[in-house]
């Protein structure tokens, strides 16, 4: 693949930054040094928040959570973060989160699931069920669920499992990884691809499960679900330069096979993790403005494609 002519100048810049505080050879250390590795390349990417928005730190039930609020609000975002399931929390993600609230006039509550290796699957998304019902029953008015990467994945997660239970406005996916195959497509057309590798995700799947995936399971792989049916109008933005590009459009085509509402935005020339890059990269801070647009339609129970 021909990443020179795929990624900009502005991306490169932003992924040898990146890789200045994150070498790619990171995932190969020990789960600590992983982790702070991760939390001081976030804090040097942190671009503070919004005039007007605050923060508050609170639990629901046993799980931590952070609020974000710019006003009175009746639409909630429900926010897993990103990370592997295995890095990240509730700081890594803490500008994104207050930056979604103030620009789509939202109230965010950010999501701090338990990680692996500490807490194997189906840990993280028993995390995120049982907060998503929280927030639900404590905020009412609409409910829309989010998150990047390993959190798009426990949110799509959520949205299966919740049928009949709770009802979501929408749901949000940026780069998410939902169990596609990864022997074929994206997966083996950006194997290498710069921030994410096919290597990384097969090793963050073996600490993830402890072992191989299970087959057949939707709380793991959103992908492997028989029923995509009565689902919430979803939006999915994935980036063109990532292993998981084709786990969106896959996702896409079973929602309107099911019936459903879905729209799949592949952002050329992007890779994986360019929340960061918002503030720094043209292509970035375009893709973002999609974001807020997106989670602006689904609150207002509005669909456009």
Same mark, same amino acid.
């Given at each position: 693949?021909?990443?020179?002519?795929?990624?900009?100048?502005?991306?490169?810049?932003?992924?040898?930054?990146?890789?200045?505080?994150?070498?790619?050879?990171?995932?190969?250390?020990?789960?600590?040094?992983?982790?702070?590795?991760?939390?001081?390349?976030?804090?040097?990417?942190?671009?503070?928040?919004?005039?007007?928005?605050?923060?508050?730190?609170?639990?629901?039930?046993?799980?931590?959570?952070?609020?974000?609020?710019?006003?009175?609000?009746?639409?909630?975002?429900?926010?897993?973060?990103?990370?592997?399931?295995?890095?990240?929390?509730?700081?890594?993600?803490?500008?994104?989160?207050?930056?979604?609230?103030?620009?789509?006039?939202?109230?965010?509550?950010?999501?701090?699931?338990? +990680?692996?290796?500490?807490? %194997? /699957?189906?840990? $993280?998304? &028993?995390? #995120?069920? !049982?907060?998503?019902?929280?927030?639900? +029953?404590?905020?009412?008015? %609409? /409910?829309?669920? $989010?998150? &990047?990467? #390993?959190? !798009?994945?426990?949110?799509?997660?959520?949205?299966?499992?919740?049928?009949?239970?709770?009802?979501?406005?929408?749901?949000?996916?940026?780069?998410?990884?939902?169990?596609?195959?990864?022997?074929?497509?994206?997966?083996?057309?950006?194997?290498?691809?710069?921030?994410?590798?096919?290597?990384?995700?097969?090793?963050?799947?073996?600490?993830?499960?402890?072992?191989?995936?299970?087959?057949?399971?939707?709380?793991?792989?959103?992908?492997?679900?028989?029923?995509?049916?009565?689902?919430?109008?979803?939006?999915?933005?994935?980036?063109?330069?990532?292993?998981?590009?084709?786990?969106?459009?896959?996702?896409?085509?079973?929602?309107?096979?099911?019936?459903?509402?879905?729209?799949?935005?592949?952002?050329?020339?992007?890779?994986?993790?360019?929340?960061?890059?918002?503030?720094?990269?043209?292509?970035?801070?375009?893709?973002?403005?999609?974001?807020?647009?997106?989670?602006?339609?689904?609150?207002?129970?509005?669909?456009?494609?």
């Amino acid at each position: 693949m021909d990443y020179d002519t795929l990624i900009d100048a502005e991306t490169w810049a932003f992924i040898h930054e990146t890789e200045g505080y994150y070498p790619p050879d990171t995932i190969s250390a020990g789960i600590a040094a992983q982790r702070a590795t991760y939390d001081r390349m976030c804090r040097a990417f942190f671009t503070g928040y919004p005039d007007g928005v605050s923060a508050q730190d609170d639990r629901a039930g046993s799980v931590p959570i952070r609020i974000y609020e710019c006003g009175a609000h009746d639409v909630t975002v429900i926010y897993f973060h990103g990370g592997g399931f295995v890095v990240g929390g509730l700081d890594s993600h803490d500008d994104v989160c207050a930056e979604l609230c103030a620009r789509s006039v939202v109230r965010v509550v950010s999501v701090d699931y338990r +990680l692996s290796p500490e807490s %194997t /699957h189906p840990a $993280a998304f &028993d995390d #995120a069920l !049982g907060a998503a019902q929280y927030v639900a +029953l404590t905020w009412p008015g %609409t /409910h829309i669920l $989010a998150g &990047d990467s #390993a959190g !798009g994945n426990l949110a799509a997660a959520v949205a299966h499992a919740s049928r009949g239970a709770m009802s979501f406005a929408g749901l949000l996916l940026i780069y998410p990884g939902l169990g596609g195959d990864m022997t074929r497509g994206s997966y083996r057309d950006h194997a290498h691809a710069p921030m994410l590798t096919l290597d990384d995700l097969k090793a963050y799947e073996q600490i993830r499960f402890d072992g191989s995936a299970p087959e057949n399971d939707p709380t793991a792989a959103p992908l492997t679900d028989s029923d995509f049916s009565n689902l919430p109008s979803t939006v999915i933005i994935t980036a063109e330069c990532d292993p998981l590009a084709d786990d969106g459009r896959d996702y896409r085509d079973a929602i309107h096979a099911a019936g459903g509402k879905a729209v799949w935005v592949n952002e050329a020339g992007l890779v994986h993790g360019y929340l960061r890059a918002r503030h720094k990269v043209q292509r970035a801070r375009a893709s973002f403005d999609r974001i807020v647009a997106a989670t602006k339609m689904l609150a207002a129970g509005e669909w456009h494609d």
